[in-house]
């Protein structure tokens, strides 16, 4: 049983941006080797348009890219992306959605989702706020810290609608400030530290 919970306590990236956040994906995924073993989540700000996300990213990554579906289990090196007009949950290693709960005014979907995984999700979490507009995100980087979790916000200077990382940093909770290009690159190291970290924990617990 051990080994089996540690196993799935796999890392999770929450991606998330708005106007000039395609841009920052793209730099952003660029970077991401396809096997590190983490969840990527792009939660982008759609409200009534479709998101073509899922047909437009394929051509940056080598990983997979889906648009998610209510229940669909989490799984490491693909990239999800949230669809339009819902918020997104994840309970018991899947993911869920909901009817979203601010149709008027600014969304709160980043906001939304990384609560529901600084509640429910076991693994490590890193939370990453890039290009945007208002704040939506920076409400939730206190709950994300309090659960070990680790933020990142994009450099203003290198987005097209700063005022979401602006937000972010704000808080005081932004561990690092980044280009697109370095978010890549140090979530890859992370997901290099965690990749050891959980390599030595499943071996203590083949001994235990």
């Known amino acids: 049983m051990r080994s ?10 929450c991606v998330g941006g708005s106007a000039g956040g395609l841009d920052a ?14 969840a990527i989540v792009i939660v982008n700000h ?8 899922h047909e437009i990213l394929p051509k940056h990554t080598a990983m997979p890219v889906m648009l998610i579906a209510d229940g669909m289990p989490i799984r490491i ?5 949230i669809p339009e007009r819902a918020d997104l949950h994840v309970r018991n290693g899947r993911f869920r959605l909901a009817a979203i709960s ?4 600014w969304p709160d979907v980043i906001t939304v989702f990384l609560r529901s995984l600084a509640r429910n999700w076991k693994g490590p979490l890193v939370a990453v706020i890039v290009s ?5 995100g920076a409400a939730a980087l206190r709950g994300v810290k309090a659960v070990g979790g680790i933020a990142i916000a994009q450099d203003p200077i290198s987005a097209k609608q700063p005022d979401m990382p ?5 808080t005081g909770f932004v561990d690092f400030i980044l280009t697109p290009e370095k978010i890549g690159q140090t ?8 990749s050891a970290l959980r390599t030595k924990q499943l071996r203590a617990a083949k001994s235990a």
């Open 187 to 194: 979530i890859a190291a992370l997901a290099h530290e965690k």
């Open 25 to 38: 994906y793209v730099r952003l995924l660029s970077q991401l080797p396809a096997d590190m073993g983490v």
């Open 166 to 170: 602006i937000s972010a940093i704000g």
């Open 132 to 136: 945007g507009l208002d704040g939506d």
């Open 46 to 53: 759609v409200r009534q348009m479709a998101t073509l996300l």
């Open 4 to 13: 089996t919970t540690i196993a799935r306590a796999f890392p999770i990236v």
């Open 102 to 105: 601010k149709p008027r005014g």
């Open 77 to 81: 090196d693909c990239v999800f992306i």
